[in-house]
């Protein structure tokens, strides 16, 4: 009996020995470094220009977060890089015509030109500069054909109220609270825009145009 005992305890001692070295294994325990892009200074790091306005375009928001951005620097000219979709994150099963990714270039761009701002940049946008895609958005269509060619030229930094904003991320991984939001945010949210936004609360019945609660 005592021998069947001690048999049991080394093998569960074993069982947890490696499943400890699995799980440390799997990299759990690490920093998440994933999330070094969001750091406001992170594009610091490159000396290239094009490479941090670039750093800040990766934030941008995209269709079903596949971010199918390809970069390739223009080896004869330092100040400008061309912007491709890289056909091997389409997503056909939901955008069959390629619509969504190419307007998630638009996104990119749109950082691109915010950041460029702030770092003392033009961002001169040339857009499908080798021609357009076809209405079927065929990989045929798009491999080879850039998006955009960004040039950048030098000129005075200029603050932009968009700039801070890149850097949230639009994922939120934390339970949500019972408690009501104070009312000064309500009055925040409800001014961000012109189209008119309602915060309910409370439980309430909603009468719609349609009829329907």
């Known amino acids: 009996m005592e021998v069947m005992i001690i048999t049991l305890i080394v093998v569960v001692a074993v069982f947890i020995v490696l499943a400890a070295t699995v799980v440390a294994s799997s990299g759990i325990y690490l920093p998440k470094k994933y999330y070094d892009a969001w750091k406001p200074e992170y594009h610091k790091q490159f000396s290239d220009a094009r490479l941090q306005v670039i750093a800040h375009g990766l934030l941008a928001a995209n269709a079903h977060n596949m971010q199918a951005w390809k970069i390739v620097l223009d080896d004869s000219d330092k100040n400008g890089f061309w912007l491709y979709i890289n056909t091997d994150r389409l997503t056909p099963q939901v955008d069959p015509y390629s619509r969504q990714i190419t307007v998630s270039q638009g996104t990119f761009l749109e950082y691109v030109t915010v ?78 825009s012109s189209v008119k936004i309602v915060v309910y609360q409370d439980d309430a019945s909603f009468d719609f145009p349609c009829g329907h609660h």
């Open 115 to 192: 950041a460029s701002e702030k770092l003392g940049y033009q961002a001169d946008i040339a857009l499908f500069p080798k021609g357009e895609f076809d209405d079927k958005g065929s990989i045929e269509s798009i491999k080879n054909k850039p998006v955009a060619k960004v040039t950048l030229k030098p000129v005075t930094p200029a603050a932009n109220s968009i700039y801070s904003m890149m850097f949230l991320t639009d994922t939120v991984r934390v339970a949500y609270q019972p408690d009501k939001l104070p009312a000064d945010l309500v009055s925040q949210m409800e001014s961000l």
